[in-house]
């Protein structure tokens, strides 16, 4: 049985805001199942992302399914695949070692999605760099 291991602790731990990040990725071209996703770089150590809003497009016959990742965890999911935006009240914790990941399903072969994310990059203040 897998169980999701919990988001580190980081009450009383200093952050510090390194850069706001606007971003844009797009997947590789769905397969025959209608599965593609996308996959960013791993937060280094010392670091977190908190990412405060994602907006999806594709151009899919039928609304696709995307399922937004930490790591292991699932943060966030939206049947609206082939255009939503994500503002998040609570943004996504991605922490040191995991990385951002998003999964559509019910693609129409061939589309290629696209992401714009938007995150603050946080330095814990007893890191040295």
Do not use: C, H
């Not at 731990?13 to 850069?19: C, M, S, W, Y």
């Not at 990725?25 to 990412?51: C, D, F, M, R, S």
């Not at 998003?102 to 990059?121: E, H, R, S």
């Amino acid at each position: 049985m897998f169980l999701p291991q919990a988001a580190a602790d980081i009450s009383g731990v200093g952050l510090i805001l390194v850069d706001l990040i606007g971003d844009t990725k797009t997947a590789p071209a769905a397969g025959l199942a209608g599965t593609t996703g996308i996959q960013w770089e791993e937060v280094p150590t010392g670091y977190y992302w908190l990412v405060d809003r994602l907006s999806v497009r594709a151009t899919s016959s039928a609304a696709p399914q995307v399922v937004i990742t930490a790591g292991q965890r699932v943060m966030d999911n939206t049947y609206q695949g082939n255009f939503a935006i994500l503002d998040e009240s609570a943004p996504i914790l991605v922490q040191a070692g995991e990385s951002l990941g998003l999964n559509w399903k019910g693609l129409d072969p061939g589309q290629t999605p696209t992401v714009d994310a938007q995150y603050q990059l946080l330095r814990r203040e007893d890191f040295v760099v």
